[in-house]
């Protein structure tokens, strides 16, 4: 977790001894002829926050409700602390959800909407109320409880349903995009409440979201879907180091990928032979590449820095043409052309005013890495 | 206001006057008159009024007396209460037997529910009447039911269903179902299936889930369909003058007895001026009923 200052790391997917809360074996869910998840196999443990990135319809939503037992696994089982879960009815299990679509009640009150799955439950009559107000004023919908849900926001209604789907604090919640119409401060206080929960509660979430700055804030593991298939799951900073490959790369962040053929030099460098009248990019690899293998070399754009005059300290450099250059407010992205055509983007924080900026449209300039910079990938 | 807009308006009030307003305004009138051996069988008439004395003696000769008459034979109201309890009873009933069907129709698969809904309403596609009269061979002790009923050997003796009260519910509910299924159904089809899915995953049974969601939600539907069938029912005459007994009281009845057997026009027509004003109270409901459902819509 980006945020995580305890002493031993929170990793239990390293353990081989831990058991995971959530199992996914060989799950396979069909609609028709179309296979929305296929083959699927992944642990969650307790205690995690796991985010599903990808894009739009690619399975995510499909999974959670598998999960919460709207639909069955066509094939492949699911198992929920050691138990299967494919009998077991969505009423009966220790689990709720956060709907994309929010489905509150409109014949309800924001209260009573909160309120709805505590009724169910066993809490005494005497407690309901007060965990009621301690959700509402967990999302600051304090002031609404006695409205009805069509008199309220898009946004306040997002937070009904995330307080509904928290009030029962269930041992494992599904949320899915229970973010994404908040504006970006109340999200961000919403991302560190839900951190908050979490910690305190040992809830274990699992949550869709399209924002991967959200998904790096928030999760403790990363999974990457795309087609019903798992591309790479690992915790945030691996999946934006050390991606799997190129959609994984592209997917998270930006990047360039440079296609090359690899010639290994010794143990894990490589030289990577990208351009004819061009000296080899010189990288770093924990997989093994045969001599003349195809690869791409793939760095993120803040690796990659811009100098007006060759830096003589670093492995990789080339020489380039400004082209475009995106203001972003406290960063700047730099499209720079290299002579062969191919334009490389390059990130600089803007820590001087823009009328001293040194570099403008068209000027020559030098781009400069170091061999761990990139990572290099196959596919 | 602009003239556009007063034009309008003008269009549905002067429908409303030329076939509401003004053959209530005849109806009170002959009400207010008194019986008469005539052609037309009351007194005074409008014919012949020159002037303005003429109106003033017109006017002088009508009186309150068949309202007054109303309350001093008990048959009347007697008829007005069995009415009530009738269209009441009747609808509950129409009610317990629509929400099923409308709830089966809006949960089949879509490419059935146009083909449900023909099915619902095709009944009016043929006379009302012929349709009661229908019943009549159904219902008789020589009828379908009963030949169906003793070979099956439920019964051992023909039942007594036609000109009972019982065959006036079963006229009723037959005839105004599509009344109540249809405001039923359209209010269950808007329902949102993620809703259902959200009471369960809070907790509840497929059972608590129809109760606390499926059903407050089609409320509005329900309502709507109660006053459609409540209102007409109220009044209903054929269905009881066809299937109903000797003794089976209904103001619809009396009303034309006193228009066509009685020829008392005068208090056939307070009958019905105070039958009117009976069904306002459930109108006015419905609309609200139908006002506040608009706005919750909004
Ligand atoms: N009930 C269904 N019948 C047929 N196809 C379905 C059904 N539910 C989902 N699908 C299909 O399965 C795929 C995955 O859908 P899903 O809702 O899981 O996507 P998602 O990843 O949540 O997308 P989004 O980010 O847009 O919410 C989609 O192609 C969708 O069309
Ligand atoms: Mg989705």
New binding site residues.
């Given amino acids: 977790m980006a945020f995580d200052s305890g002493s031993a790391a929170f990793a239990p997917w390293e353990d081989p001894g831990q058991k995971p809360l959530i199992s996914f074996k060989s799950v396979t869910k069909r ?2 002829n ?1 296979t ?1 998840i296929d083959n699927l196999t992944l642990d969650i443990f307790e205690k995690e926050f796991f985010a599903l990135l ?1 894009p ?8 959670m409700r598998m999960l919460a037992g709207f639909e069955a696994p066509s094939e492949g089982t699911i198992m929920l602390d050691g138990q299967d879960i494919g009998p077991i009815p969505p009423n009966k299990r220790a689990v709720n959800m956060m709907f ?1 679509s929010y489905a509150l009640f409109p014949h309800l009150s924001v209260a009573d909407n909160i309120a709805f799955g505590l009724k169910r439950s066993d809490m005494p009559k005497s407690e309901i109320a007060g965990r009621v107000e301690e959700m509402l004023s967990l999302v600051q919908l304090s002031q609404f409880a006695s409205r009805r849900p069509h008199q309220i926001s898009g946004g306040q209604r997002q937070r009904v349903a995330l307080a509904r789907s928290l009030a029962k604090a269930p041992k494992l919640l599904l949320l899915d995009e229970p973010l994404g119409a908040l504006d970006k401060k109340l999200r961000q206080e919403t991302q560190f409440e839900l951190m908050d929960i979490q910690e305190k509660t040992g809830t274990t979430f699992v949550i ?1 979201t ?1 924002d991967q700055e959200e998904a790096m804030t928030v999760a403790s593991r990363i999974a990457v879907v795309n087609h019903g298939k798992l591309v790479q799951v690992a915790p945030p900073d691996r999946i934006y180091e050390a991606p799997n490959s190129i959609y994984v790369a592209d997917f998270i962040g930006d990047v360039n990928i440079i296609k090359g053929l690899a010639k290994p030099e010794s143990d894990n460098r490589y030289a990577i032979q990208w351009c004819e009248n061009h000296a080899p990019i010189i990288g770093t690899s924990q997989h093994a590449f045969a001599s003349d293998d195809i690869c791409h070399f793939a760095i993120r754009p803040e690796k990659v820095s811009i100098t007006r005059d060759r830096p003589t300290d670093r492995t990789n450099t080339m020489q380039g043409k400004v082209l475009e250059i995106a203001y972003l407010g406290n960063i700047s992205t730099y499209h720079v052309e290299l002579p062969t055509g191919q334009v490389i983007k390059a990130q600089q924080a803007n820590n001087r005013r823009i009328s001293r900026r040194s570099f403008t449209w068209h000027d020559s300039v030098w781009l400069s890495f170091t061999d761990t910079a990139g990572v290099l990938l196959s596919q | 206001m602009d003239l556009r807009k007063l034009f309008l308006i003008l269009v549905p009030y002067s429908w409303l006057l030329a076939l509401f307003l003004i053959p209530f305004a005849i109806v009170l009138k002959i009400a207010l008159s008194d019986y008469a051996i005539a052609i037309p069988p009351y007194v005074p008439t409008l014919d012949g009024i020159g002037n303005w004395s003429d109106f003033k003696t017109f006017l002088s000769e009508l009186d309150f007396e068949n309202f007054i008459f109303l309350t001093e034979d008990e048959l009347y109201w007697r008829a007005y209460l069995s009415s009530a309890k009738i269209a009441f009873l009747s609808t509950l009933m129409t009610l317990l037997v629509g929400f099923p069907l409308a709830y089966a129709m809006a949960r089949a698969a879509s490419e059935w529910r146009p083909t449900l809904m023909m099915l619902a309403i095709l009944p009016f596609w043929t006379s009302f009447l012929i349709r009661v009269y229908a019943w009549k061979s159904i219902l008789s002790q020589e009828g379908y039911l009963n030949q169906v009923l003793l070979w099956v050997g439920v019964i051992d003796s023909p039942l007594m269903i036609l000109n009972t009260n019982t065959a006036v519910y079963i006229g009723i509910v037959y005839t105004y179902l599509p009344f109540m299924v249809l405001p039923v159904y359209a209010a269950l089809e808007k329902l949102d299936d993620t809703l259902l899915e959200a009471a369960e995953d809070l907790g509840c049974s497929r059972f608590q889930a129809f109760w606390l969601v499926t059903v407050p939600l089609s409320k509005p539907g329900i309502i709507a369909g109660c006053f459609l069938v409540f209102i007409p029912a109220l009044g209903e005459f054929v269905i009881p003058s066809v299937l109903g007994g000797s003794d089976t009281l209904m103001i619809g009845k009396v009303l034309w007895e006193e228009f066509f057997s009685n020829r008392d026009w005068p208090v056939a027509s307070a009958v019905a001026v105070i039958l009117l004003l009976l069904l306002i109270l459930p109108i006015v409901l419905f609309q609200r009923n139908e006002q506040k459902q608009r706005e919750a819509e909004k």
């Fill in positions: 609609f028709g179309f929305a990808g739009s319809g690619c399975g995510k939503t499909t999974l994309q869709v399209h």
